[in-house]
């Protein structure tokens, strides 16, 4: 599988976010690249570093305060479903 300039990735996931200052709810893309430890399913995403390293901001409001509402492992090349 051929990856075209964005390195190898393991694993995919569709974070739903609903935002704290206008409760907007929108998803975000979370590729999770090919590094030691590197979490692929739900469950190692939620223990991970990588999750609490990510700043999700409100597409509507632009607020940096949003909460994770949902994660979604989602198949390469799978296009999110808000
Ligand atoms: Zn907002």
Do not use: N, W
């Not at 996931?13 to 935002?19: D, E, G, K, P």
């Not at 609490?52 to 949003?66: G, L, P, W, Y």
């Not at 909460?67 to 390469?76: G, N, P, W």
């Amino acid at each position: 599988m051929a990856e075209e300039g964005e390195g190898r990735i393991v694993a995919r996931f569709a974070i739903h976010i609903c935002c704290d200052s206008c409760s907007s709810t929108s998803a975000k893309r979370l590729d999770v690249p090919d590094v030691e430890d590197a979490p692929t399913t739900v469950e190692e995403l939620l223990e991970s570093a990588l999750l609490a390293r990510q700043t999700f901001c409100c597409e509507v409001c632009e607020s940096r305060i949003a909460y994770v509402t949902s994660i979604k492992r989602l198949r390469e090349k799978e296009p999110i479903h808000a």
